[in-house]
């Protein structure tokens, strides 16, 4: 896909009018996703100033530190006057320059550094300061068919990587050796980055973010294996699996995990227009709530990704909110047993006009190795 249909032109003009429509004067956007999602720009992240301000009537600029102008002018689809600071000045005049006037009201950056936040209300006084969040929410939360297209090859990236499992999960192993080959193998996949690698086994298996550790992998322990990445073209993956290696499982592991399966798939099939995020959390939570393990499922069922690993919108109780189509989430039940073992299947899934659409594709019965 190219870089005009991932990162259009006409997105900065949408984001104006939808910060005119929600009575902000501009937005201010230091890196971060929201950046990247009008601009294309991957900025980095430092103490040096960068900033685009995107007033709602007006040319939007660019405010970037000078050793990093070239990699601003490189972006896709910056598209937008660059204006630059040396080191050892102040950028903040720089950020009111851009301005047509003092704003009444701005949108920051959701996760904008404190620093920063803190800088701007001293340089813009007298303006309110929300969350831009509140603006590009909207825009980003209906993934378009490009957006689609670059989670699908996210997603059989990091397909690839579960069905090399066998090479390296094995009982004696530690779940640090394993996570150390499943990155340089989320990396060999394609993706630019490894965002998380979860290796847990037995009973760090009830542990829902574990994340790895020193302890050997013991035969026929469960181990869960959640991990994802960012490709190149800035979409994320994420799929988790749950395996079994060197032996049997444990007596009761194999009827939880075909009732885990169960509610995977209903979940995932319930998927389609209209039905909202809590009801697709209930599809996920009933049946293992029927089987009598519905304490041991223990988070939401799924999250929105894109530019984000978890963006809008929450598959979670009390969130009303219909899915349409365009919206990519996770689909991610659990069962966590405390002190013994636990899993997790997780697709993402995008909506469609119709229904639902895998973008993980391997198998999701319980994994022997």
Request: one cysteine or more; hydrophobic letters at 45%.
């Amino acid at each position: 896909m190219g870089t005009d249909e991932l990162y259009p032109p006409d997105r900065l003009s949408a984001a104006r009018r939808a910060t005119a429509a929600a009575g902000l004067d501009a937005l201010l956007l230091t890196p971060g996703s929201d950046l990247r999602y009008l601009t294309g720009y991957d900025a980095h992240a430092g103490e040096r100033l960068t900033c685009l301000v995107l007033p709602a009537e007006g040319e939007p600029t660019l405010i970037v530190p000078r050793l990093e102008r070239p990699a601003a002018e490189a972006a896709p689809n910056t598209g937008v006057r660059i204006v630059d600071h040396p080191d050892g000045t102040d950028p903040y005049p720089l950020v009111v320059a851009a301005l047509d006037g003092p704003p009444a009201a701005v949108g920051l950056t959701d996760r904008m550094w404190a620093e920063q936040v803190l800088a701007l209300r001293a340089a813009l006084p007298g303006a309110a300061q929300r969350l831009a969040g509140e603006v590009l929410r909207e825009l980003r939360i209906r993934k378009s068919p490009a957006e689609v297209a670059a989670l699908a090859e996210a997603g059989a990236a990091i397909d690839e990587v579960h069905l090399r499992m066998g090479e390296w999960l094995r009982p004696g192993r530690t779940e640090v050796e394993v996570a150390a080959d499943i990155a340089a193998a989320i990396r060999a996949a394609g993706h630019v980055s490894v965002d998380f690698v979860i290796v847990a086994a037995g009973p760090n298996g009830a542990s829902p973010h574990h994340g790895t550790s020193g302890r050997p992998i013991g035969a026929g322990e469960p181990v869960v294996v959640d991990i994802g990445g960012t490709m190149a073209s800035g979409y994320r993956s994420d799929c988790t699996r749950t395996y079994v290696a060197g032996g049997p499982a444990p007596a009761d592991f194999p009827d939880y995990y075909a009732v885990l399966c169960d509610a995977q798939r209903a979940a995932v099939a319930a998927v389609r227009p209209g039905i909202t995020g809590a009801q697709a959390d209930a599809a996920a939570r009933e049946p293992i709530a029927a089987a009598g393990y519905g304490p041991a499922f223990l988070h939401r069922t799924g999250h929105g990704i894109g530019l984000d690993g978890h963006e809008e919108p929450y598959l979670v109780a009390g969130n009303d909110r219909p899915l349409e189509a365009g919206m990519a989430f996770s689909i991610e039940p659990g069962i966590y047993l405390s002190g013994r073992h636990g899993a997790r299947i997780e697709d993402i899934v995008v909506c469609t006009t119709d229904g639902v659409q895998r973008l993980n594709t391997t198998p999701t019965e319980l994994i022997a190795l």
